[in-house]
Structures are given as C-alpha cells and as structure tokens.
Nanobody, 116 residues
Framework: QVQLVESGGGLVQAGGSLRLSCAAS????????MGWYRQPPGKERELVAR???????VYVDSVKGRFTISRDNAKNTMYLQMNSLKAEDTAVYYC??????????WGQGTLVTVSS
C-alpha cells in the first residue's frame, strides 16, 4: 500500500520561509508525475509544482521564483521550499504521485498559514 506523509506546515509571517516534506512508502511500479498541490480556503485544489515524466519541473505562475520543488530518491522524499511567502499562499498543501496505469496517490495534507 502506498502512503504519502507530508510535514513541515505551520504558521509563518509574510516574507518568511517554510520547507514541506513528503515521505513516500510502499511500492509503485512506475511514476508519470509527482508534485505538490494546494487548496486555499473556500477554493479548489490547484497545482503548485510538479516533476514531469521527463524530469522537468513545472510551476504555477504565482509561485515561480519563490518556490522550489526537489526530491531525494534515496530517501523517497520530495520537498517544497517556499520562500517570500504571501498571505495568498495560505492553503492545505498536498503531495501527489500519478502512477503508471492511472492510480493517483495523495497525502493527508499539511496546513500552511501565512499571516500578513
């Protein structure tokens, strides 16, 4: 059974930084994409950043230059470094893996609150 566990969320002042972690366990035969999504209060879940099948990275325009996605394959862990945080970055952040065959895996989410 595949499990994704996020950590690193919390309360931070605007302009501050946080680093989210996503630890993966279980067996996945193949990965099409993996990344981070977020769901702001009262809004739909949206993509923040992801690795594509070819290994390139994609960022939503609103976080370009401020957020960096990375991974440590040896630790089965993915990270999201978030700098220059803004109030509008407040959301529950989820890590995601899209597996070959169509399965989608999600973590339980970690809350990031940015105070202005």
């Amino acid at each position: 059974q595949v499990q994704l566990v996020e950590s690193g969320g919390g309360l931070v002042q605007a302009g501050g930084s946080l680093r989210l972690s996503c630890a993966a366990s279980g067996r996945i035969l193949g990965i099409n994409a993996m990344g981070w999504y977020r769901q702001p209060p009262g809004k739909e879940r949206e993509l923040v950043a992801r690795f594509t099948l070819g290994g390139s990275t994609v960022y939503v325009d609103s976080v370009k230059g401020r957020f960096t996605i990375s991974r440590d394959n040896a630790k089965n862990t993915m990270y999201l470094q978030m700098n220059s945080l803004k109030a509008e970055d407040t959301a529950v952040y989820y890590c995601n893996i899209d597996a070959v065959g169509g399965d989608r895996y999600w973590g339980q989410g970690t809350l990031v609150t940015v105070s202005s």
